[in-house]
């Protein structure tokens, strides 16, 4: 099992978050990268994967803009173990760089997945809550309370280097930041829940402080009246925070 080198570059950014239902949709939101560096990638769902394929949708973007595209299969790794291969060689063959996993399945499925991805050179962001109310059994949800600390340290003795928090949860954030995730900082953290969600870019950064931050904004941007000028307030208001 390799792990790949970070796929950014750039010590903090905006991922553009494309769950959108439509190729001129996706064009749209895709020439937005082009108006800023700071755009570092693209994510991309299920919808477009299932309805036009997820290699040419890879292609579609990459027409567009040489971005990384990560894949967000909602929820991948909630399989057997055995499906890691696969999937991550589907991920890798489509011309994706990175791959979201919420092990949801347990502890060998996120192994499998996780090995899986590093042996086809993705880049593994390894979900640890999400961004929606009743998530955790506490506030009356499915998953233990536990579970995000348990995968963590599992990740993180596998070699994950790349996490997912939700950016509306700054004290969760924090807790991991400045917590388990401190023993290998800095690590790349993507977080989704910014704008239509409530969470706002500095409050996620003061959040992940010693890290690398990244925001992923769909919504806030392309149903915006200008999506142009709703990215690049977002885009100001990160230079603000960096």
């Given at each position: 099992m390799e792990k790949s080198g970070p796929l950014f570059k750039a010590k903090c950014g905006i991922i553009l978050a494309a769950d959108v239902p439509s190729l001129e949709d996706l064009r749209k939101l895709a020439e937005l990268?082009?108006?800023?560096?700071?755009?570092?990638?693209?994510?991309?769902?299920?919808?477009?994967?299932?309805?036009?394929?997820?290699?040419?949708?890879?292609?579609?973007?990459?027409?567009?803009?040489?971005?990384?595209v990560i894949y967000d299969h909602q929820k991948a790794a909630t399989d057997i173990p055995a499906m890691g291969k696969p999937f991550a060689e589907t991920c890798r063959d489509a011309g994706v760089k990175g791959v979201i996993f919420f092990p949801h399945a347990g502890p060998k499925t996120l192994e499998a997945f996780v090995s899986a991805g590093f042996d086809c050179g993705l880049e593994t962001f390894l979900g640890?809550?999400?961004?929606?109310?009743?998530?955790?059994?506490?506030?009356?949800?499915?998953?233990?309370?536990?579970?995000?600390?348990?995968?963590?340290?599992?990740?993180?003795?596998?070699?994950v280097r790349s996490f997912v928090l939700p950016g509306n949860k700054p004290d969760l954030i924090k807790k991991f930041a400045q917590g388990?995730?401190?023993?290998?900082?800095?690590?790349?953290?993507?977080?989704?829940?910014?704008?239509?969600?409530?969470?706002?870019?500095?409050?996620?950064?003061e959040a992940t402080k010693g890290h690398h931050p990244?925001?992923?904004?769909?919504?806030?941007?392309?149903?915006?009246?200008?999506?142009?000028?709703?990215?690049?307030?977002?885009?100001?208001?990160?230079?603000e925070c960096n």
């Open positions: 990268s082009l108006v800023t560096p700071e755009v570092v990638g693209v994510k991309v769902g299920f919808t477009l994967a299932l309805r036009f394929g997820l290699p040419a949708i890879v292609k579609f973007v990459n027409d567009i803009n040489m971005l990384p640890l809550s999400m961004t929606h109310p009743q998530y955790h059994l506490g506030d009356g949800g499915f998953i233990v309370n536990d579970a995000p600390d348990k995968i963590c340290k599992i990740g993180i003795d596998l070699g388990p995730l401190i023993s290998i900082q800095p690590t790349t953290i993507i977080m989704p829940g910014i704008g239509s969600q409530g969470g706002s870019i500095s409050t996620a950064t990244f925001f992923i904004i769909g919504s806030a941007i392309y149903r915006a009246p200008d999506p142009e000028a709703s990215l690049l307030q977002f885009v100001s208001e990160m230079r």
